[in-house]
């Protein structure tokens, strides 16, 4: 047994949505596999009064949703699972939850390690941090402390959040979900740089004309109305995930395989982003909120659940980030993510221009990466299935061709396990990123938007086409 993979999850918010349509299930996978065998326990927390053995059925529940295997496995990984019911304002319930824990340790010999998850709103998480400490939860072991996004709302916020949580825990023991870079692709851009030295060399402002990224999303904001209503696209989609798209893109040294210089390299692009003034906001930035479609079969934003009739959230931006670093100085970074778009899509377009001649590619080449695998496990470059791809510029490196598609939990599970934090989203990295959203977002919030103004099923707002059209480009993906 390998001692690293021995520990005792305890999960806040253990009877949650994401605790069950995304842990259980990847905790679930790794059981099977044999990564997760014997010394593990689950200690789901939340206030609702259920048993174990409750608890257990609604695992069992939302396993069966995701897959058909037999139901006695689903059992048999459901007795590594047991419930506390918690208040995270009360001080006695986490001495219930460290003396249950120690129990559970020595019945499944789990190593004194401890993964403290919160899958809990965002507002508990320091209160949650300070009590595991202040209470002395806090195993011999490792004790290693897994935030859902998103963390923080703006620069202050985040910055009081990480005030309060490291007092508890230190930056070395933080693992800031962005699950974005749990995915195979996103994880697969350094290593694609590293393997193919033209691509690498032809990566910088000679010779790259602009770079696009889209996550576009078909569907409306469903049943989270309520929270979308305290987010937006901007903060729920750029601060974060495109952030980090880009910093895979192009940040420097790909081949660096030590976290610490990975994320050096991603700071060092995020210190050099070039934050917009009010003015710059007006030009660089557009907002969009759906309306129905042409059809008016599907609910306007405005009309969704817990939405306010005359929300001014934006549930569609696009925008053109912009680097001051020698290796991206003028190349613009187009950005786009909304919802009710025609299909969901996430992708990254990178366009040469002409000179890329010199290094004997194609003039105006551009290089699609899909992050989200095509049939569970395609990746399109050049255009091309690289099944069947006849150019000789960039090749897939053999470990990127799995055919096994990995979700994004599953692998960020095993390297909290591992302590390997390159799949993690610093301090430092959101600090820059959140600087820069702020920007934005501090505009916005000064001035009134014409909301609805793009139907649903569409490209977004006409502005958003404009933005590049202005500068002599246009999106790849359209
Ligand atoms: N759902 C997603 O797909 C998703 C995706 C990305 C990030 N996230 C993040 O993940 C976190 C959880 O989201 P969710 O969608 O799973 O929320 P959720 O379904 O509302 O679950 C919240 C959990 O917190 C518990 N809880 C609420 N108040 C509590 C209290 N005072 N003390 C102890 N437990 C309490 C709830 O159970 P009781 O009511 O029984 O206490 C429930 O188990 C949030 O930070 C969210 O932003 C979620």
Same mark, same amino acid.
């Given at each position: 047994?390998?001692?690293?993979?021995?520990?005792?999850?305890?999960?806040?918010?253990?009877? &949650?949505?994401?605790?069950?349509?995304?842990?259980?299930?990847?905790?679930?996978?790794?059981?099977?596999?044999?990564?997760?065998?014997?010394?593990?326990?689950?200690?789901? *927390?939340?206030?609702?009064?259920?048993?174990?053995?409750?608890?257990?059925?609604?695992?069992?529940?939302?396993?069966?949703?995701?897959?058909?295997?037999?139901?006695?496995?689903?059992?048999?990984?459901?007795?590594?699972?047991?419930?506390?019911? +918690?208040?995270?304002?009360?001080?006695?319930?986490?001495?219930?939850?460290?003396?249950?824990?120690?129990?559970?340790?020595?019945?499944?010999?789990? #190593?004194?390690?401890?993964?403290?998850?919160?899958?809990?709103?965002?507002?508990?998480?320091? *209160?949650?941090?300070?009590?595991?400490?202040?209470?002395?939860?806090?195993? @011999?072991?490792? !004790?290693?402390?897994?935030?859902?996004?998103?963390?923080?709302?703006?620069?202050?916020?985040?910055?009081?959040?990480?005030? =309060?949580?490291?007092?508890?825990?230190?930056?070395?023991?933080?693992?800031?979900?962005?699950?974005?870079?749990?995915?195979?692709?996103?994880?697969?851009?350094?290593?694609? /740089?590293? +393997? =193919?030295?033209?691509? @690498?060399?032809?990566?910088?402002?000679?010779?790259?004309? !602009?770079?696009?990224?889209?996550?576009?999303?078909?569907?409306?904001?469903?049943?989270? &109305?309520?929270?979308?209503?305290?987010?937006?696209?901007?903060?729920?989609?750029?601060?974060?995930?495109?952030?980090?798209?880009?910093?895979?893109?192009?940040?420097?040294?790909?081949?660096?395989?030590?976290?610490?210089?990975?994320?050096? !390299?991603?700071?060092?692009?995020? !210190?050099?982003?070039?934050?917009?003034?009010?003015?710059?906001?007006?030009?660089?930035?557009?907002?969009?909120?759906?309306?129905?479609?042409?059809?008016?079969?599907?609910?306007?934003?405005?009309?969704?659940?817990?939405?306010?009739?005359?929300?001014?959230?934006?549930?569609?931006?696009?925008?053109?980030?912009?680097? =001051?670093?020698?290796?991206?100085?003028?190349? %613009?970074?187009?950005?786009?993510?909304?919802?009710?778009?025609?299909?969901?899509?996430? /992708?990254?377009?990178?366009?040469?221009?002409?000179?890329?001649?010199?290094?004997?590619?194609?003039?105006?080449?551009?290089?699609?990466?899909?992050?989200?695998?095509?049939?569970?496990?395609?990746?399109l470059i050049n255009g091309i299935d690289y099944k069947d791809s006849k150019q000789d510029f960039i090749k897939l490196p053999d470990e990127t061709k799995t055919d096994k598609a990995r979700e994004a939990y599953e692998s960020l599970i095993i390297d909290i396990l591992a302590g390997n934090r390159i799949h993690f989203t610093?301090?430092?990295?959101?600090?820059?990123?959140?600087?820069?959203?702020?920007?934005?977002?501090?505009?916005?919030?000064?001035?009134?938007?014409?909301?609805? =103004?793009?139907?649903? &099923?569409?490209?977004? %707002?006409?502005?958003?086409?404009?933005?590049?059209?202005?500068? #002599?480009?246009?999106?790849?993906?359209?």
């Open positions: 047994m390998v001692k690293e993979r021995a520990a005792i999850f305890i999960i806040f918010g253990g009877s &949650g949505d994401l605790a069950h349509r995304k842990l259980y299930p990847s905790l679930f996978r790794l059981y099977k596999s044999g990564f997760l065998k014997d010394h593990f326990a689950v200690i789901g *927390t939340a206030r609702r009064p259920w048993s174990d053995d409750y608890f257990r059925e609604t695992v069992v529940t939302s396993l069966k949703e995701s897959f058909d295997d037999d139901e006695a496995i689903m059992k048999e990984f459901a007795q590594h699972f047991f419930y506390q019911s +918690h208040d995270v304002n009360d001080s006695e319930h986490y001495i219930a939850l460290k003396n249950l824990a120690a129990k559970l340790d020595d019945q499944f010999d789990a #190593g004194h390690n401890r993964v403290y998850y919160m899958a809990i709103a965002p507002r508990f998480f320091g *209160t949650v941090a300070e009590h595991i400490n202040s209470e002395g939860l806090k195993a @011999e072991g490792y !004790n290693r402390l897994v935030i859902e996004k998103p963390f923080g709302r703006d620069l202050d916020s985040a910055c009081e959040l990480n005030g =309060n949580i490291s007092k508890a825990f230190p930056e070395d023991d933080i693992y800031r979900i962005d699950h974005y870079l749990g995915k195979e692709m996103i994880q697969a851009i350094p290593n694609i /740089r590293a +393997h =193919n030295d033209k691509f @690498e060399e032809a990566l910088n402002s000679k010779y790259v004309s !602009n770079i696009q990224v889209t996550l576009a999303e078909a569907l409306g904001v469903e049943d989270r &109305g309520g929270y979308y209503e305290t987010a937006g696209v901007l903060r729920d989609m750029v601060q974060n995930h495109i952030m980090q798209i880009i910093g895979a893109v192009a940040s420097d040294e790909p081949e660096a395989t030590e976290a610490k210089v990975i994320h050096k !390299n991603r700071t060092e692009l995020f !210190n050099s982003l070039k934050v917009l003034t009010p003015e710059e906001v007006d030009k660089d930035f557009v907002r969009g909120q759906y309306d129905t479609d042409e059809l008016a079969e599907n609910k306007a934003y405005r009309q969704e659940d817990n939405v306010a009739e005359d929300s001014q959230i934006e549930t569609f931006t696009a925008g053109k980030i912009q680097f =001051n670093s020698e290796r991206w100085s003028g190349v %613009p970074f187009y950005v786009r993510s909304g919802k009710r778009m025609p299909a969901k899509s996430s /992708r990254i377009d990178i366009v040469f221009n002409e000179k890329v001649e010199e290094l004997g590619i194609r003039p105006n080449t551009v290089v699609t990466l899909l992050i989200e695998k095509v049939d569970g496990h395609k990746v610093l301090w430092d990295e959101l600090r820059s990123t959140w600087k820069y959203i702020d920007a934005i977002r501090q505009r916005w919030d000064s001035q009134t938007a014409d909301f609805p =103004n793009y139907l649903s &099923g569409t490209m977004g %707002p006409d502005s958003a086409e404009m933005l590049l059209e202005r500068d #002599g480009n246009s999106w790849i993906w359209d």
